[in-house]
T-cell receptor
Framework: GAGVSQSPSNKVTEKGKDVELRCDPI?????LYWYRQSLGQGLEFLIY????????KSGLPSDRFSAERTGGSVSTLTIQRTQQEDSAVYLC???????????FGNGTRLTVT | KNEVEQSPQNLTAQEGEFITINCSYS?????LHWLQQHPGGGIVSLFM???GKKKHGRLIATINIQEKHSSLHITASHPRDSAVYIC???????????FGTGTRLQVFP
């Protein structure tokens, strides 16, 4: 069956441009998470959605980062005025509920030049 | 000090060896996850546990809530087990995960 789908798989952008990353969770999964993994680093939590609401936005690094989720399904992570330190792999995961196993997408590799 | 600590950071083994990866955490948790990340690949959830022990094939995960410690064991290791293994915990008061920095395992034939 379909897993978590992320697009694009790779994105190269110039410093200062805005980017939008998309996550299609597994159908019926109410919980959705965004993480990022910088080169050689561990996973860093960004934001968590339960349905369309985001009870925990504590991981967003700055106000240049925002995320939304519509229809309890697709989520987009937007980074405005990208900086080189934003370069990382952005991973999305979904689960049936907040207390269920996670299913990860393959990530979007973002490179800011 | 990180809230989730893994050891060792790096591990090499010969095919067939028994492998143990450890995870210690300092917060109260509702669940602990073990994840696997192959080089250049995605992340796969291996186990989610809140007590006791779980087994799947050659993989065994245990957790001791009182000691705030979990172990991931791999029996009869194989080169295809080479990956980064990540421990992550969910705290009582939050649904986000706190990740360890991972253990890089290489199994040689």
């Amino acid at each position: 069956g379909a897993g978590v789908s992320q697009s694009p798989s790779n994105k190269v952008t110039e410093k200062g441009k805005d980017v939008e990353l998309r996550c299609d969770p597994i159908s019926g999964h109410t919980a959705l998470y965004w993480y990022r993994q910088s080169l050689g680093q561990g996973l860093e939590f960004l934001i968590y959605f339960q349905g369309n609401s985001a009870p925990d936005k504590s991981g967003l690094p700055s106000d240049r980062f925002s995320a939304e989720r519509t229809g309890g399904s697709v989520s987009t992570l937007t980074i405005q005025r990208t900086q080189q330190e934003d370069s990382a792999v952005y991973l999305c995961a979904s689960s049936q509920s907040a207390k269920s196993p996670l299913h990860f997408g393959n990530g979007t590799r973002l490179t800011v030049t | 000090k990180n809230e989730v600590e893994q050891s060792p950071q790096n591990l090499t083994a010969q095919e067939g060896e028994f492998i143990t990866i450890n995870c210690s955490y300092s917060v109260g948790i509702s669940a602990l996850h073990w994840l696997q990340q192959h080089p250049g690949g995605g992340i796969v959830s291996l186990f989610m546990l809140s007590s006791g022990k779980k087994k799947h094939g050659r993989l065994i995960a245990t957790i001791n809530i009182q000691e705030k410690h979990s172990s991931l064991h791999i029996t009869a290791s194989h080169p295809r087990d080479s990956a980064v293994y990540i421990c992550a915990v969910r705290g009582w008061s939050t649904d986000k995960l706190i990740f360890g920095t991972g253990t890089r395992l290489q199994v040689f034939p």
